[in-house]
């Protein structure tokens, strides 16, 4: 199980572990780290699980789709590093993935 | 002042199938949802998107499911509040008395809050200043657009809303559309329509900018706007319309001495009463153990909250369960022929 860090926009951290195959914001949802909401589920249809990922993380991640896109103009201060964590699914080879969530969501 | 047996709040499938419920055991009903349609996240977040977990409908869409549940209440006379929010909720007399923000009161022993993750409210801008310009020179909506004629108004967004008013808007002001990354996402021909008249220099085009701040005094007279690559752009303008979709907030619900629990209320699971007496909450803002947030799952904690409203409806009544197959009291309300 790779270890996720997810560090809340006041540098408050926390380091958990996240089975292969959920999604990073499900990661936050299910051990109850503050900072990602996920309110429509994981259906890329709110922009409530956003986070930023830095350069070198960024660039190891899948591409953006054109609707993930979309919905991060929605987003509370979106910047280029932007992402929906609930488009970013746990694979090994994210082990030790930093996220850093925005400052707030809605 | 409106008198009702019960008053949901929330027109999403949940609420709907509630009043579907309340209508059924003979109690009448008031809906108001802050969106101007029904259909609540159904509509307003995936209306295209298909569903396969509503028993015995293998797949439908949001849109679909709205319309069937609107189908099912054709017989019933319901009154729809769409387009104003609650407000206040206050207890006079053993009854509660529900205000929304314009004005309308309603008179009700029985409240169900079926406002899934909150009401829907424009997302805003970031800089702190933009609220005290809000609705004096900066929307979210426009409602007047003559207020702009020969006036200099910089447009926010990048989907339908900003782009249909960026060009209508270009007819009798100047405009500028300002969006955070090249694409937009409006409808095609829309974008073509933009870049045209850019090209006839009737639409001033930033991409890849965001607001930095808003100055004036009053009423805003400057923004600025900063590109990713920090570059801090000056823009003399009358007007700001930010157009960033919807979110969902849990609003006033906050302020009625409900038990909260993050974004949810804490229900018990025989009544999906909250800690007020007559206040019950049903679908995704409900909580209590187990609890799924599932559309069959809102469905069947209407059932259960409009049985328990009866009670309260109807003091000195028992309630005596039917089924609709069977009952004539039923068919009769329903307006079918009994055999």
Redesign the interface.
Known sequence: MPKITYVESNGNSHTVNVENGLSVMEGAVQNNIPGI?G???G?M????CHVYVKDHWFDKLEKKT?GE??ML??A?????NSRLSCQITITDDLEGLVVNMPEKQ? | MIKTDALIIGAGPTGLFTAHQLKIIGLSCEIVDNLDKVGGQCIELYPDKPIYDIPAIPECTGEELTNNLLNQLKPFDIGFHLGERVDELKKTNNEWEVKTNKGKIFLTPNVIIAGGVGSFEPRKFVPKECEKYEDKSLFYSVKNKKIFDGKTVSIFGGGDSALDWAVELSKNCKVNLIHRREEFRGAKSTVNKIYELQKDGKINLFTKYQLKSVTGNGKIDCIEIQSEDQKVESIKTDYVLGFFGLIMQLGPIANWGLNLDKKTVEVDTEKFETNQKGIYAVGDICNYPGKLKLILSGFHEGALAARACFALARPGQKYRFEFTTSSKTIRDRLGVKSD
Do not use: L
Request: contains cysteine.
């Open positions: 909401d309110d429509c589920g259906g249809a709110c922009a409530t054109d896109e979309d103009d929605q509370y201060e979106p910047k280029k809605v």
